[in-house]
């Protein structure tokens, strides 16, 4: 279908994308987009500590409700920006909607801290989680994942670690947009919309990848891109959900196969008229809300 005609909205202002790249003008350009400092919408309590001496999360309330499940929210931004602030109205919404506590989980970027820190920092937060859950009042039998673009592959990757080293039990996991090693950079979504148009041009792409990882570690590296695990069996339930206009569209699409095809409990969601990153902008489209109240109901099954 067409480009939804509230992208159209947010995009008819947008400078065209950069010829080159750097760390402190992609975070800087990235604060002044995205940085939520409304605090909306209400939310019964949060509270920002840091867990395992160095990792900085934010803790979101619903409601005085106990036992509550636990969701852990990993950011996007190509593994090397955003932040607690750039997700804030998000993880408010997905806390209010599900009605579970969401933890969204700081985890270092590159290029300070390359490949493997963060998805380090993802299985640390996920124990902590498991271990401290009754001092919170929340259900540790009922976590689940979620995460956009770099923060669905640090979730798939979280997923395979766990079920790896018989580590806390995952209910759930919401992949948004994310990228696999599925498909590579040839795929017909990456060749169709990896000019600049929408958010994530091949070349930035690129260049985030080269600074997230090593020049020495293995590109098969199941952990890096969890499409290359030799078994993606006994997963967590899993909805997977991508783009119409994401050149990461089909990397994504091919992972929910390859789910399905180990035997797995997977769903996906084609959001028609959508680009890379819609969830950030999830205030300002009605299909990114109707999506959260999906989810909701998806979990609830």
Not at 62 to 74: D, H, I, Q
Not at 190 to 200: A, D, H, N, P, T
Not at 210 to 215: H, L, S, V
Request: hydrophobic share 40%.
């Amino acid at each position: 279908m067409p480009l939804d005609p509230q992208v159209i909205e947010i995009y008819k202002n947008r400078k065209t994308a950069q010829a080159s790249y750097s760390i402190d003008d992609m975070r800087k350009n990235a604060d002044l987009t995205f940085n939520d400092s409304i605090k909306e919408p209400d939310i019964y309590r949060t509270e920002d500590m840091v867990i395992c001496g160095y990792i900085p999360i934010r803790i979101y309330t619903p409601s005085k409700a106990v036992n509550l499940p636990v969701m852990l929210y990993f950011h996007g931004g190509g593994f090397v920006m955003h932040n607690i602030a750039s997700h804030d109205s998000l993880c408010r919404k997905l806390s209010n909607e599900l009605e579970f506590a969401v933890v969204f989980v700081g985890y270092r970027l590159a290029p300070e801290y390359k490949y493997p820190a963060c998805m380090e920092d993802a299985y640390l937060s996920l124990e902590w989680v498991h271990k401290n859950a009754v001092n919170f009042g929340w259900d540790n039998t009922r976590i689940y994942l979620a995460g956009d673009s770099a923060g669905a592959t640090i979730c798939a990757s979280l997923s395979l670690k766990a079920r790896d080293n018989n580590g806390p039990r995952i209910s759930a996991q919401v992949l948004f947009y994310g990228m696999f090693g599925a498909s590579g950079n040839g795929s017909e979504s990456m060749e169709k919309f990896g000019g600049g148009e929408y958010v994530l041009p091949r070349e930035m792409s690129d260049w985030c990848m080269e600074q997230f990882i090593p020049a020495d570690v293995n590109r098969d590296d199941c952990y890096l891109y969890p499409a290359k695990a030799i078994d993606s069996s006994v997963l967590p339930r899993t909805l997977v959900v991508t783009g119409e206009y994401d050149p990461l569209r089909d990397d994504g699409e091919e992972y929910f196969r390859i789910l399905k095809n180990s035997g797995n409990d997977v769903r996906l969601i084609r959001m028609d008229g959508m680009m890379h990153g819609f969830m950030l902008y999830w205030n300002r489209l009605d299909r990114a809300k109707a999506l959260i109240k999906y989810i909701a109901e998806w979990i609830g099954q």
